[in-house]
Each structure stands twice: as C-alpha cells, then as structure tokens.
C-alpha cells in the first residue's frame, strides 16, 4: 500500500529536549516537505526536500532541523523544543513533476512543556 | 507571495442540502494548481479536488465541484446532497511549481463543515 508513515503519532515532551519526528515514504517520491498546523493558521510549510541532500527552508523554519540521507526518509529534528512548537505537524510527499498531488502523513501531535 | 483566504470559519447544513465553500487567493503568477482538502476528525489530509490554473474547465468528482474563476482568483469548492460523512476541516491550497522539482503548497485557514442529520 502506498503510503507516507510518521512516528510518534503522540508525544509530549518538556522544553529544550531534543526530539526526532520520523517520516517514511513507500512511493519513490522526490519531493518531501514538513507543515505544522495551528487553529486558525492552516497549514505552514516548514522545510523541504527536493531529493537526497537537497532541503530548503519554507516559511516557518525558525527551530526545526531536517536531513534527507535516503530518499524514502525525512526526519524532522528539534533540537530544543520551546512551547510555541506545540502544534500538529504533517509529512508530506510527491513526485517532481506531473500531478502534484502531495501524499500527507497521518500526523504528530506535538505538545512541549 | 501568495496568500489564501478562507472566509467561513464555520459553516453548517443539514444533510442531503447544498453547500459551497468559500476560497480567494492573491497571485501573480499565471500557471499554478489549486486543491482543496478535507481533514476528517481521525486528522488525516484528504484530497478532493483538483483545478489546474490553465484549464478553463470546472473540475468535478463526483458529489464535489469547483468553481474557478481565474480573473477573480476565486476557488470555491460546492458538495451536493451533503452527507455525514461530510463533515470535516476543509483547506483550500494553492501551489506554484517551482524550478527543480520544488513545491509549495500555501494553505487557507480552513472551513469547519458540519453536517447536520
């Protein structure tokens, strides 16, 4: 089954302790990217990555770190949590051309304390 | 940049009516896609439709249509005979391809759909 995967689902964690979001994709897309969504905000985009060792900031990259080593992984770091990260955060992930569709991940619900 | 304005925060129907969805962007740009999603309550992205920017064409899947109207950089999405299983966070997106490979999906805020028996 085509799919993006994320992990945890769930996490609550204190301010300044690191913590690594995992996200996976079984489609062989090039393209994979971060949001987080907040009430009232919809979804922002965070980073992303255009292929293997190509990442970019989006428009809220301020805290966040990303990596993509292999195509199929793109964890999201953060290296000092602060309560203004506790949001809702999505993976996503697409081929390079043709229909744009973007694949989400089911979610992490992030909160810090 | 590009902005997206949804400007129902709330919207609800009773089930089997019509509804439309409200949703302007602001661009410059001349190709480009807009999308609209739907979040059920298990938080999932959904997509629904589809509209590319060159395609004078309405797009439709079956119950859900669009309304594009380029010149008014208008997007609104219309459910026939509503159901319950309707009722979601709907999120209208623009998207602007850009070189490399690169894309970037620029959401609205988002319509709370509640679908009424």
């Known amino acids: 089954e085509a799919q993006v995967t994320q992990n945890p689902r769930y996490l609550i964690t204190v301010t300044g302790k690191k913590l690594t979001v995992t996200c996976s994709q079984n489609m062989n897309h090039e393209y994979m990217s971060w949001y987080r969504q907040d009430p009232g905000l919809g979804l922002r985009q965070i980073y992303y990555?255009?292929?293997?060792?190509?990442?970019d900031k989006g428009d809220v990259p301020e805290g966040y770190k990303v990596s993509r080593k292999e195509k199929r992984n793109f964890p999201l770091i953060l290296e000092s949590p602060s309560p203004n990260q506790t949001s809702l955060y999505f993976c996503a992930s697409s081929r390079r051309e043709g229909v744009y569709e973007q694949y989400f991940g089911p979610g992490t619900r992030l909160t810090v304390t | 940049a590009q902005t997206v304005t949804q400007s129902q925060p709330e919207m609800s129907v009773q089930e089997a009516e019509t509804v439309t969805l409200s949703c302007t962007y602001d661009t410059s740009e001349n190709n480009y896609y807009l999308f609209w999603y739907k979040q059920p309550p298990s938080r999932q992205m959904i997509l629904v439709i589809r509209q590319e920017a060159y395609k004078q064409q309405n797009a439709t899947e079956n119950r859900f249509s669009v309304n594009f109207q380029k010149a008014a950089k208008s997007f609104s999405l219309k459910i026939s005979d509503s159901q319950l299983g309707d009722t979601a966070m709907y999120f209208c997106a623009f998207m602007k391809p850009i070189m490399w490979g690169a894309q970037k999906l620029v959401f609205g805020q988002g319509t709370r759909l509640t679908i009424n028996p």
């Open positions: 990555s255009m292929n293997v060792e190509v990442t």
